[in-house]
């Protein structure tokens, strides 16, 4: 089984509703890499049955042409976290004892 290319693990991506150009419902959202073409590699449809309308861009209502909408630019950061990040922060101070603080008094 070949791992899916995915591409860059962190960088730009816009994300968007998926709007219709006739009624203007936004039937689902979608997000991809920033990239001359728009080819969006996460959709998320707000109604299950209205997937295969969105796969084929129309609207479920009115079967006008969606469009990508109020489109803002996302930064994602994919990279699973190195060891480096997954160990416990060096230089933490250790939990105080009050015991400890008696026995260093005396
Ligand atoms: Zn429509």
Redesign the pocket.
């Known amino acids: 089984m070949h791992a899916p290319t995915t591409g860059p693990l962190s960088g730009w991506e816009v994300r968007g509703d998926l709007a ?6 936004a039937v689902a959202s979608a997000q991809g890499p920033r990239d001359r073409k728009f080819v969006p590699t996460q959709v998320k449809v707000r109604n299950p049955e209205h997937t295969q309308a969105v796969r084929e861009m129309r ?6 042409r969606l469009w990508l909408q109020d489109t803002e630019e996302i930064y994602v950061d994919r990279r699973p976290l190195t060891a480096e990040e997954l160990r416990p922060r060096r230089g933490r101070p250790p939990k105080k004892r009050p015991e400890q603080d008696l026995a260093a008094a005396s």
């Open positions: 219709c150009l006739l009624c203007s419902r609207c479920p209502y009115c079967t006008g």
